[in-house]
């Protein structure tokens, strides 16, 4: 008889640690739910901001620019990797000739040849 009565009130008292469990799960469930909400406005926010940017008369108006710019930078970035490549190439060829056999210098290389660098 005494062992009912402490698995019951054993019970009880896992019952009410597991409903403080269950309420505290839900009341996190509801505030992550808030937040999903705040993120999804102010993504949308976002968005519209970007959509107006992008169709005001200053965006198509210096489209030409933004092009003529990158136009440019990939112009400049294939003069300045040869520039480099001569300038390694030459510093290479003033290292000794052990330390240009040497495993690090070959590792060098092939990172440079597999990046291109």
């Known amino acids: 008889m005494e062992k009912q009565q402490s ?18 799960l839900e009341l996190n469930i509801k505030q992550l739910e808030n937040k999903r909400i705040q993120v999804e406005q ?3 926010k976002y968005q519209a901001e970007l ?19 990158r136009l440019l930078c990939q112009i400049f970035s294939v003069f300045y990797r040869s520039f480099l490549r001569k300038l390694i ?6 290292l000794p000739v052990q330390v240009r056999n040497s495993n ?6 092939n990172y440079i040849k597999d990046n291109e660098i």
């Open 7 to 24: 698995k019951s009130q054993l019970n009880m008292k896992d019952s009410g640690e597991y409903e403080f469990k269950i309420s505290s």
């Open 42 to 44: 102010n993504v949308k």
């Open 51 to 69: 959509y107006s940017v992008y169709t005001s008369r200053s965006w198509r108006y210096t489209a030409l620019l933004r092009k003529m710019w």
């Open 89 to 94: 190439k030459s510093l290479y060829l003033l």
């Open 104 to 109: 690090f210098i070959e590792n060098l290389k």
